[in-house]
């Protein structure tokens, strides 16, 4: 069975693919911790708070899959983080995802839980330089 890519080709889209959903997920981060980009719901948040850790584990995992290193533990972690956020803020409010406003937080569990899986692709601090 042929790919749709080449295998060399596979490992740049997923390198690529990483890289850009961290800068994504970041942005969840950055607004909780730093207020930029500015979300009015996150004024006044407190870090030690369930919110404030929340962003902490954003910002920390973000960088570490934006550089690919620890990829897939880091990858492990913000997709147990998805599913707590599932949980914790979108669930009690309808059984479905799309009622509860919970989808983005399911899409990116499953994208973290593919790159704990597959890993970082090319362009990672993970994987020696000149490696396939």
Known sequence: ?????????????????????????????????????????FDGLKLLSLLGAAGAIEVLGGLLLLLGLFTRAAALVLAAEMVAAYLVAHAAKGALPIHNGGELALVYGVV?????????????????????
């Open 112 to 132: 973290f839980l593919f790159f704990a899986i597959a890993g970082p692709g090319r362009f990672a601090l993970d994987r020696p330089v000149g490696a396939a």
């Open 1 to 41: 069975m042929s790919s749709l890519v080449p295998p060399g080709r596979a490992q740049v889209v997923l390198g690529l693919s990483r890289i850009f959903v961290a800068l994504l997920f970041l942005q969840h981060g950055t607004a909780k911790l730093f207020g930029f980009p500015h979300i009015a719901m």
